[in-house]
């Protein structure tokens, strides 16, 4: 989980890029953020999102002096933890208050009172730890397969993951598909184009990003950015969505150029900070 404030006012929006992950967003006390869902509806308070929430580049964030509480989940705990299945929000996203009713306010407010964003991330865990449930209605050969996927940065082919768990091609789309809201193949491509994108924004070169992440060549990589985001892999390098990720998500494979601990670090004058749990 992260903490992100907004100091002033999202000018333009924030383009919302998607990743491999259910993306819960917590709103702190009374900032209420608009999300355009792309296809002209506003979505407005704390959200929950499929994997590949914003394909398409048409997503974005509005507001002003806005606080939230970020979780990204595996969409195979999702369920578990939030009592709602990727597949219900395959690809978009339900607003919290719908999902939860008032216990969503009661979040709301109780992030607002405390006091530090150490505390909002205890009082975030204490919630999911609440909410719970550990009877996981995904099947063993689904998650794994999820791993597996997760693992080799969506370079797995499909047929060869299907004989390894013992099961059809036709059966474990069906049954991934239907648990986790995306056919394995569509997981693969945001799996490996997450990957991509990072190294875009770490400055590796479209040539160099395509050969060493699986992609056919250079056009196929620019094919594939353009369809996740709208933008050229050049343009999406500079997008704060990512730009923020090696501080608010660091990661085995994405170690932040220095320690952020406690203080927060700009995407970019005037859009967003973001303070990552330790």
Same mark, same amino acid.
Do not use: N
């Given at each position: 989980?992260?903490? %992100? ?24 006390? /009374? ?21 590949? %929430? ?12 806005? /606080? ?8 195979? &705990? ?36 405390? #006091? ?51 099961? #059809? ?23 490996? %184009? ?42 999406? &390098?500079? /997008?704060? %969505? ?37």
């Amino acid at each position: 989980m992260a903490g %992100f404030g907004v100091p002033g006012r999202l000018a333009g929006g924030l383009r919302v890029v998607p990743h491999p992950a259910v993306m819960l967003v917590l709103e702190v006390g /009374e900032c209420r953020a608009v999300v355009d869902d792309g296809t002209g509806r506003r979505h407005r308070g704390s959200v929950v999102a499929g994997p590949g %929430f914003g394909a398409g580049g048409a997503v974005r964030a509005w507001g002003s002096q806005v /606080e939230c509480v970020q979780v990204r989940l595996s969409p195979v &705990a999702a369920r578990a933890v939030l009592g709602v299945s990727p597949a219900d929000v395959a690809g978009g996203m339900a607003v919290l208050d719908d999902l939860w009713g008032r216990d969503a306010a009661r979040v709301r407010e109780q992030l607002g009172e405390a #006091s530090s964003w150490q505390e909002r991330f205890a009082l975030t865990d204490a919630l999911l730890a609440r909410r719970w449930d550990a009877r996981s209605p995904v099947d063993a050969e689904v998650a794994r397969a999820w791993d597996r996927i997760v693992a080799g940065r969506g370079l797995l082919r499909i047929g060869p993951l299907a004989d390894e768990l013992g099961w #059809s091609r036709k059966r474990l789309w069906s049954r991934f598909h239907a648990q986790l809201g995306m056919p394995p193949k569509r997981a693969a491509q945001l799996v490996r %184009f997450d990957h991509a994108a990072h190294r875009l924004v770490a400055g590796r070169g479209a040539a160099r990003v395509a050969a060493e992440g699986g992609y056919a060549d250079q056009s196929h990589l620019h094919r594939e950015v353009m369809a996740f985001t709208g933008l050229t892999p050049a343009a999406v &390098a500079a /997008e704060p %969505f990512l730009t923020i990720d090696d501080t608010a998500w660091p990661g085995p494979d994405r170690t932040p150029a220095r320690d952020p601990g406690p203080r927060s670090v700009s995407s970019r004058p005037g859009t967003a900070d973001s303070r990552r749990r330790p």
